[in-house]
């Protein structure tokens, strides 16, 4: 069964930086794209950042310029760099798998919790 975990989460203040990261184990599918959604509380779950087998990459508007995403598909594992934090930043990441070529599907992550303080 696959496997899907983040991790890399915490506890920052405000402008500090974290790293997350995601590993995927017993995954025998081509990977399409991997990327990176949190869920504030008592929100909906939204993208951050994605990237693909290619190598592009795709950013919310609310964290560009601050937040980095990058990948290892031999080693099926995305990371994001999360730079210049913000209260507003507080949420669970979860990591997403795209795989699969004639029929694709989607992996999920449990989630990691970041809190930013002010």
């Known amino acids: 069964q696959v496997q899907v975990a983040e991790s890399g989460g915490g506890l920052v203040q405000a402008g500090g930086s974290l790293r997350l990261s995601c590993a995927a184990s017993r995954m025998g599918f081509t990977i399409n794209t991997m990327g990176w959604y949190r869920q504030a509380p008592g929100k909906q779950r939204e993208v951050v950042a994605t990237?693909?087998?290619?190598?592009?990459?795709d950013y919310a508007d609310s964290i560009k310029g601050r937040f980095t995403i990058s990948g290892d598909i031999a080693k099926k594992a995305v990371y994001l760099q999360m730079n210049s934090l913000k209260p507003e930043d507080t949420a669970v990441y979860y990591c997403?798998?795209?795989?699969?070529?004639?029929?694709?599907?989607?992996?999920w992550g449990k989630g990691t919790l970041v809190t930013v303080s002010s």
């Open positions: 997403n798998i795209v795989a699969g070529v004639s029929v694709r599907v989607t992996y």
């Open positions: 990237i693909t087998s290619g190598g592009s990459t």
